[in-house]
């Protein structure tokens, strides 16, 4: 296996050699690469995002769905908030329950593949084409997300296949086949089961991995503008591909060192500017919510405004996508809804929290609208934003973009693998992952519109499937949840004190 991978990787050499030896050849590679690409995602962007009333199908499925399980369940986002944070804490581990990682291990992992360029590049971009107020409905996408992701990942937990061997396998693949079937509707659950990893796989040649090349190398050049395109796609590549080699152990070990790291560099960062700036802080909230109905001269008026915060939101956390469940089906534990519960937390780290930190570091440094920087967008406006404050950071924050943008796509990667399997079989992985570096190397030479639209595209229409075939189980995760609230509230669960 590991003399097929040095093949593979010699294979991806041999033309960036070529590109380094004759830099013409170089361009006109990567002008046909622009063009393939942007003309393909040109049409499929028009099919899958038509318009409803001024709002894409797409966003109006994430957002009606997550509206709609906040309220099935009773708001449970809210009611269930403190206890997400007790289990988290370990208050409710137990190392004898079936399972591969701890609730904080899955959460940290599911995180891994969300807190990213959503964060950074995406929250500047919301804010470039629907203006401050688009960040309100960010924060609105967020919260009605955390419910969405309550449902998934319980059902990625209560449908999970425990191998002889103890390893885990799940996610909407499992539970839109085996839960759709026990609601009598087992060609409709399959059928959804193999779309849903057919457009997962796609999903992880799309957002995390092409989206993530792409922006990281913006904020990479913007330090290093020497740097061109193929070879910071060649260098992401080939270190992507060793750690892939290593399978789940050693992405999650990867992940598990860098991302939290990385999160407290970029808060304290954040946070710095905005005390910094404490006396502009309420002007900036209010620049915010007058941006909410009155977007002024902004593409779409106010529709454009919300389209723009819910469809950024959506990208940002994956709520509803289906994604997350993939990871903490795999928790050590024999209540599925207590890993729900632990899910719901995801959205409000990495939207409420964090993507709200960004937006108000790029409103109270006013750089969306300073004429200085018109026309960067992404990771580079944000890291303009910090720039004007701290002139250090961009470096900083370049490292960080990269450090994130690699922990998604080694997370994505696992993701992908697993529907890939399902699809096809173990044997054939080496395919998958061949094309799946591939994709990589191509986000850093593409259009950064084009892997937008893509990455939007192929990531989002996973919630097609998934939200169709959770709402046929509401009513499962329904009675588990009222059945697990009275045990809780009762006292018959018991802590057992253990604490991160």
Not at 90 to 95: A, E, H
Not at 417 to 437: D, G, H, Q
Request: charged share 10%; glycine share 12%.
């Amino acid at each position: 296996m590991r003399k097929t991978w040095l093949y593979v990787i010699l294979f991806f050499s041999m033309p960036a050699v070529a590109l380094a030896q004759d830099e013409a050849a170089g361009r006109g590679f990567i002008e046909n690469v622009n063009a393939i690409f942007s003309d393909f995602v040109a049409g499929f962007f028009a099919v899958l995002f038509f318009s409803v009333g001024g709002f894409p199908l797409i966003v109006l499925w994430l957002v009606c769905g997550a509206a709609f399980f906040t309220l099935r369940m009773n708001f449970i986002n809210i009611r269930a908030f403190r206890h997400a944070i007790d289990v988290v804490q370990g208050k409710y581990d137990d190392p004898n329950e079936p399972g591969e990682v701890s609730h904080f291990q899955a959460l940290a992992a599911a995180l891994s593949a969300t807190v990213g360029l959503g964060n950074i590049a995406g929250v500047a971009i919301a804010i470039n084409v629907g203006g401050p107020g688009a960040v309100f409905w960010m924060t609105i996408g967020g919260f009605l997300g955390m419910t969405s992701k309550f449902v998934e990942c319980t059902l990625g937990q209560k449908y999970r296949v425990v191998r002889p061997d103890g390893t885990i396998s799940g996610g909407p693949m499992h539970y839109l086949s085996k839960g759709l079937a026990e609601v009598g509707k087992k060609t409709l659950g399959k059928f959804l089961a193999i779309i849903f990893s057919i457009l997962a796989v796609c999903g992880a040649f799309g957002g995390p991995s092409m989206f993530q090349s792409n922006q990281s190398y913006g904020a990479v050049a913007s330090v290093l503008p020497f740097l061109p395109g193929w070879l910071y796609g060649l260098i992401l590549t080939g270190l992507v591909a060793l750690v892939i080699l290593g399978g789940i152990e050693r992405i999650g070990m990867v992940a598990g060192t860098l991302v939290p790291a990385m999160c407290v560099i970029y808060m304290l960062a954040s946070l710095w500017i905005i005390l910094s700036n404490f006396t502009q802080l309420p002007e900036a909230i209010a620049t915010i919510f007058t941006g909410i109905f009155s977007p002024g001269a902004v593409e779409g008026g106010v529709i454009g405004v919300v389209v723009q915060g819910l469809r950024r939101s959506a990208f940002s956390n994956e709520a509803g996508v289906g994604s997350a469940a993939i990871a903490h089906s795999a928790a050590r534990t024999d209540e599925p809804i207590r890993e729900g519960i632990v899910a719901l937390l995801e959205p409000f780290i990495d939207t409420i929290v964090i993507c709200n930190m960004t937006a108000l570091v790029i409103v109270i440094t006013g750089v969306y609208r300073n004429p200085q920087f018109e026309g960067i967008g992404g990771a580079e406006l944000t890291s303009a934003a910090f720039g004007t404050v701290i002139g250090w950071f961009p470096s900083i924050l370049a490292l960080a973009v990269f450090l994130f943008a690699f922990s998604t796509i080694i997370s994505w990667g696992y993701y992908g693998e697993r529907c890939w399997a399902y699809l096809f079989s173990e044997r054939s992985l080496i395919v998958y992952k061949v094309l799946f570096l591939l994709a990589i190397f191509v986000g850093s030479v593409a259009t950064p519109a084009a892997v937008i639209d893509f990455s939007d595209a192929m990531l989002l229409s996973m919630a097609f499937p998934n939200l169709l075939g959770a709402y046929f189980l509401t009513n499962k995760v329904a009675a588990d949840l009222k059945d697990y609230m009275r045990r809780l509230n009762s006292g018959e669960m018991e802590m057992t004190q253990q604490t991160l």
